[in-house]
């Protein structure tokens, strides 16, 4: 919100600099008395006109064209919108000028010739183009303006988690060590206990040092979330039902570490994995553009999805700042059923 509130004031910064300017041209080269024309009856219709049309253009740029094209770094589709943009200007301009202002005066601007589409779009094109340099520029102060402040977002979260790193390092090499010789002692007399400490050390050992990276090889990122239902399945034995697919080829694909585990976790926390009708569900397909994975299951009526672990709009973040909008993720509560879905583009470098 406060963002949208400092961009109207640059707007309007802006539309009084372009409007000034010309009060300054016309006191340049005429005078005061060129100065004085403009406000006096009736006043200069046309230029109002150009104004409407300029800052039509302007506005129509700066929150449709540049986000949809320059963001995604589509620049032949922003040429080609810049080429429907002066249309535009020419058919606001006609239509205000040519046709209505026409009706009440009875006088054209342009002379007949001079008003076939082709000339006439051409020759405004010099206004047009005024419009949409003003907001490119803008847009591309504000997108640097952005993305440095999510720049400084990350630095700031990562430090917060480093902290917390830090905070948590109450000797896990002690804890470690203590699993290893549990499952020293058991490894003989009970192999499927010590393979089961085994599986828990690997999974904390993962958390603890190998996912501090932002990207993991999503082939360890499914050995972990594996891993966490295994020892979920030991824990609830026969009453746990869950439904856990993998679809596609795992191969080199990288993801951001510890963000597909928030799925799985969440139905653990706050989900119903108890119904044997209605199992949970956790779907993960590899395609060759993309990481797909969804879940479904039933809300526990004491629970809310909101309070999970990072929290869905942190995690959306995160996203946001590693993929831009390159990416889905939606969530949604439905007649006591939860369902999340979450796309993101492949990526093989680390």
Same mark, same amino acid.
């Given at each position: ?57 302007? @506005? $129509?740029?700066?929150? /449709?064209?540049?986000? %949809? #094209?320059?963001?995604?770094? !589509? ?6 919108? *810049? ?90 090499? @002690? $804890?470690?060590?203590? /699993?290893?010789?549990? %499952? #020293?002692?058991?490894?003989? !007399? ?6 089961? *400490? ?153």
């Amino acid at each position: 919100m406060e963002i949208v509130k400092k961009q109207r004031y640059f707007h309007l910064a802006v539309i009084l600099i372009v409007v000034l300017m010309d009060l300054f041209a016309d006191f340049f080269y005429g005078g005061t008395e060129g100065f004085l024309n403009n406000f006096q009856m009736p006043l200069n219709f046309n230029r109002i006109i150009i104004y409407t049309a300029t800052f039509a253009v302007y @506005f $129509l740029n700066f929150y /449709l064209l540049c986000p %949809y #094209t320059l963001k995604k770094k !589509s620049y032949f589709k922003y040429f080609l919108g *810049i080429i429907i943009l002066i249309i535009i200007f020419g058919q606001i301009r006609y239509l205000l000028e040519e046709v209505i202002l026409f009706h009440f005066t009875g006088k054209h601007n342009y002379f007949e010739e001079s008003r076939k589409f082709i000339f006439y779009t051409f020759d405004n094109s010099y206004f047009a183009i005024k419009g949409i340099l003003y907001s490119t520029l803008m847009y591309i102060f504000y997108d640097s303006a952005e993305n440095q402040k999510r720049v400084y977002q990350l630095e700031l979260d990562f430090k917060k988690a480093e902290l917390n790193f830090l905070k948590s390092q109450l000797e896990p090499h @002690f $804890l470690f060590n203590t /699993l290893n010789t549990f %499952y #020293t002692d058991l490894i003989d !007399s009970q192999p499927e206990t010590a393979k089961d *400490i085994h599986r828990l050390c690997e999974l904390l050992r993962y958390v603890t040092y190998e996912a501090e990276k932002e990207l993991m090889p999503l082939k360890k990122e499914i050995k972990f979330i594996e891993d966490y239902i295994y020892l979920h399945r030991k824990r609830f034995e026969d009453t746990m039902f869950l439904d856990y697919n993998i679809e596609g080829a795992v191969n080199e694909q990288v993801v951001p570490s510890l963000v597909l585990i928030h799925f799985v976790e969440n139905i653990f926390k706050h989900g119903i994995i108890s119904d044997k009708e209605n199992p949970a569900k956790i779907d993960l397909k590899v395609t060759d553009k993309e990481v797909i994975v969804s879940t479904e299951n039933l809300i526990s009526t004491s629970e809310k999805y909101n309070h999970n672990g990072i929290g869905k709009e942190n995690l959306r973040r995160r996203l946001f700042a590693i993929y831009q909008e390159n990416f889905t993720f939606e969530s949604e509560e439905k007649e006591g059923l939860f369902t999340t879905l979450l796309k993101l583009p492949i990526s093989n470098q680390l």
